[in-house]
């Protein structure tokens, strides 16, 4: 067994969520926020057979886009009252960040 942990943009979740679950995958999603750009992410949880995990990443791929977005640095110590705006630097943002760790037991526990 495989617990897989991806970590998507939270504007690629919903789709990929929809997918996983049309494949058959149980998905536990968990909203989480990025140290960069403080934006928001959706971590994804799934439990699966060796087998699955090819399938599984392949559908994380197709679902999870990479985008470009301008951010602004911050200001530069400005020396004797003087300031000059930073300029926005162009950032990759998006695709995925995948784990796959191996599990001992994986259990589901129903009433």
Known sequence: MKLIIAVVQRQDAGDLIEALTAAGHRVTR???EGGFLREGNVTLLIAAEDYQVDPILKIVREHCY??????????????????????????QVGGATVFVVRAADVRRLTP
């Open 66 to 91: 990479t985008r470009t977005r301008y951010v602004s640095p911050l200001p530069p110590v400005a020396e004797s009252g003087e300031f000059y705006p930073p300029t926005p630097v162009e950032v």
């Open 30 to 32: 968990i909203s989480s």
